[in-house]
């Protein structure tokens, strides 16, 4: 199986001020057919994951345009370029490259 | 309105037996892929089922692998999750899945399982 190694954020993020999370493959997610299908996903307390990003950088529709991803091959990244107190919560990466699909064991985000 | 609805979840003792049920609306519930995706208590998501959009392909997590079994009705628009021999560490919450593009871009809001004596 693909393991997917997220890294914590280190203190808490004050209002307005920027977060980036990384996520480590244990293997090339580059599919056989070009594309690499790493997405994030965020939960909030009680409730499900919410989809922000497929295929590295693509945004879902609704997702504000202050949440990037970017990376490739097995590094990558989620940054929000300025955190709302409303992106509380926690952050998965997700590989769907090869079954069986596995998630990174998420990264907390906190408000200061 | 575009939704996933899960159903079945509850207490069983190890060993028993549970089936969930997962209604879907507002899309084409035949051009999808669909997933079952658990989160036990405080922890982090592990996908535990897929099967492709007529049935024919099924893939299991080897935590569930012989025990759990998927399957769909794209008439009835329903995914279900046939789960025998119960363990304690099948206690989570399970969620359906939609996916799309390489992604999970639908989620139900979940149904808890408990296995405990």
């Known amino acids: 199986d693909i393991v997917m190694t997220q890294t914590q954020l280190s203190s808490p993020v004050s209002l307005g001020q920027p977060a980036s999370i990384s996520c480590r493959s244990s293997?090339?997610?580059?599919?056989?057919?070009?594309?690499?299908?790493l997405s994030w996903l965020h939960q909030r307390p009680g409730q499900p994951p919410r989809p922000l990003i497929y295929?590295?950088?693509n945004r879902f529709s609704g997702v504000p345009d202050r949440f990037s991803g970017s990376g490739a091959g097995t590094d990558f990244t989620l940054k929000i370029s300025g955190v709302e107190a409303e992106d509380v919560g926690v952050y998965y990466c997700v590989q769907a490259t090869q079954f069986p699909f596995t998630f990174g064991q998420g990264t907390k985000l906190e408000i200061k | 309105e575009v939704q996933l609805v899960e159903s079945g979840g509850g207490l069983v003792q190890p060993g028993g037996s549970l089936r969930l049920s997962c209604a879907a609306s507002g899309f084409t519930f035949s051009s999808h892929w669909m997933y079952w995706v658990r989160q036990a208590p405080g922890k982090g998501l592990v996908c535990v089922s897929r099967?492709?959009?007529?049935?024919?392909?099924?893939n299991y997590a080897d935590s569930v692998m012989g025990r759990f079994t998927i399957s769909r009705d794209n008439v009835k628009n329903t995914l279900h999750l046939q789960m025998n021999s119960l363990r304690v560490e099948d206690t989570a919450v399970y969620y359906c899945v939609r996916g799309w593009s390489g992604a999970f871009n639908l989620w139900g809001q979940g149904t808890m399982v408990t296995v405990s004596s």
């Open positions: 293997q090339s997610l580059v599919h056989s057919d070009g594309n690499t299908y």
């Open positions: 099967i492709e959009t007529d049935g024919s392909t099924t």
């Open positions: 295929k590295i950088f």
